[in-house]
């Protein structure tokens, strides 16, 4: 197997629920090798988007550890904690959210922006990044402008203008009809192919699921091989 890109360590993740504790992570690990793809399946409220938030340093554990590029992202500060998630992580969710008063271009950019890359250079950066997701020609379109599979692809675009190693999808088809859902896997298939980005996906798409290299089951507050 490749080295890691991201490594958790039995991760303990409990709500406080009145009187009772509801654990939804139990001494749970995972290994995401590089350029590997992997979906996370699971009932409604089995904890797939805790899991999701902890493995991006969003949501701290209970216990346990991640690592990603080999750094615990829990044994640092919130600061460098956001330096690893934006140098090393992407995010994609089933809703866009993207900054409605800014273009896709300059939606893009913005991880970049906030890395304190050079305007000039964050915005090259975007402008190659749009052009692989198909979007050369929306990139000075506003979200509100977009048809919902274009949002998905600009919010894509913005995931991966980084280079990460890993991109962190929580139901990124969701939203969409079947016929841009299907267009959206294939788009993160091939950029998976294309740049040995890791896909980690928290889905109820089993289409979806299907064309993953790995297929895991959160169940019981720890992960199962389909």
Request: hydrophobic fraction near 40%.
């Amino acid at each position: 197997m490749s080295k890691p890109v991201l490594h958790a360590q039995e991760l303990t993740r409990r709500y406080h629920e009145g009187p009772q504790d509801l654990e939804v992570l139990r001494a749970l690990s995972l290994t995401v090798a590089a350029g590997e793809t992997l979906a996370i399946l699971g009932r409604s409220g089995a904890g797939k988007t805790t899991l999701l938030n902890v493995l991006g340093g969003l949501d701290h554990p209970d216990s346990g550890t991640v690592r990603v590029a080999g750094e615990d992202l829990y044994a640092c500060n919130e600061r460098t904690r956001g330096h690893l998630r934006n140098a090393h992580l992407g995010f994609v969710y089933q809703l866009h959210h993207l900054l409605p008063e800014f273009t896709a271009l300059e939606n893009v950019a913005m991880p970049l922006m906030l890395g304190r890359n050079r305007v000039p250079d964050a915005l090259q950066r975007a402008e190659e990044i749009l052009g692989q997701v198909g979007l050369a020609g929306r990139m000075a379109h506003k979200p509100g402008e977009l048809s919902g599979g274009e949002r998905q692809r600009v919010a894509i675009a913005r995931a991966l203008v980084t280079r990460p190693g890993c991109v962190l999808a929580d139901e990124p088809t969701g939203n969409l009809d079947r016929t841009t859902a299907e267009q959206v896997q294939n788009l993160l298939l091939q950029l998976n192919a294309d740049l040995g980005i890791a896909l980690v996906v928290v889905t109820h798409d089993e289409a979806l699921a299907a064309r993953m290299q790995r297929r895991l089951e959160l169940s019981e507050g720890q992960l199962v091989e389909i």
